[in-house]
């Protein structure tokens, strides 16, 4: 904890270091494409295929920038050549103001007594396990010349009609 608040005091920028990274690299992948102004606020990035931006909305129809808070590619396209800030429409939670904020205060740590002696020792045991009421589904007269599949019942690990689910063995 005190190392991290410790390093977030050095950073100058507006959004922590691995944000500012991951969108000039966003802009560098996104500096070959057109954007087209349907108004101040809406673009679309001619891409492989095209997307629409809502740079009022923060959204785009890829979905990435609703999803991580984070402009996508082609919303940072859009805001650069719109004109307007890309610090502005990161979320709050990648700025290094809400970072130092998240280090402010002191995690106080447990003390030794009041946590559960031998919790580490306990064995748990496997459920016990009984035959279901009822007559068994597969104890029928079969048809002459009907053929019975033998298979491998994933949970006993034996070879014959019976599966994980119809399973009557106890749990080994």
Same mark, same amino acid.
């Given at each position: &904890?005190?190392?991290?608040? =410790? !390093?977030?005091?050095?950073?100058? *920028?507006?959004?922590?270091?691995? &944000?500012?990274?991951?969108l000039?690299? @966003?802009? *560098?992948?996104?500096k070959?494409?057109?954007?087209?102004?349907?108004?101040?606020? +809406? $673009? %679309?990035? $001619?891409?492989?295929?095209?997307?629409? +931006?809502?740079?009022?909305?923060?959204?785009?129809?890829?979905?990435q920038? =609703? $999803?991580?808070g984070?402009?996508?590619?082609?919303?940072?396209?859009? !805001?650069?050549? #719109?004109?307007?800030?890309?610090?502005?429409?990161?979320?709050?939670?990648?700025?290094? %103001?809400?970072?130092? %904020? @998240?280090?402010?205060?002191? /995690? &106080?740590?447990?003390?030794? $007594?009041?946590?559960?002696e031998? @919790?580490?020792?306990?064995? /748990?045991?496997?459920?016990?396990?009984?035959?279901?009421?009822?007559?068994?589904?597969?104890?029928? !007269?079969?048809?002459?010349?009907?053929?019975?599949?033998? /298979?491998?019942?994933?949970?006993?690990?034996?070879r014959? #009609?019976?599966?994980?689910?119809?399973?009557?063995?106890? /749990?080994?």
């Amino acid at each position: &904890m005190c190392c991290k608040k =410790q !390093i977030a005091a050095k950073w100058r *920028q507006v959004l922590c270091p691995t &944000m500012d990274e991951a969108l000039t690299i @966003a802009f *560098q992948e996104s500096k070959a494409w057109e954007v087209k102004f349907s108004s101040p606020d +809406v $673009l %679309e990035v $001619l891409c492989n295929p095209s997307v629409k +931006v809502a740079i009022g909305r923060h959204s785009c129809t890829c979905t990435q920038w =609703q $999803l991580n808070g984070v402009p996508c590619v082609h919303a940072v396209c859009a !805001i650069k050549k #719109s004109g307007k800030s890309l610090n502005a429409c990161v979320e709050r939670y990648f700025h290094v %103001e809400c970072y130092r %904020e @998240a280090y402010s205060r002191p /995690i &106080m740590p447990v003390p030794t $007594l009041w946590k559960p002696e031998g @919790a580490g020792d306990a064995v /748990i045991l496997p459920p016990f396990s009984r035959k279901p009421p009822g007559r068994n589904k597969k104890k029928r !007269i079969r048809s002459f010349g009907e053929k019975v599949r033998t /298979i491998k019942c994933t949970r006993c690990g034996k070879r014959g #009609s019976h599966n994980r689910r119809s399973c009557k063995e106890a /749990i080994n």
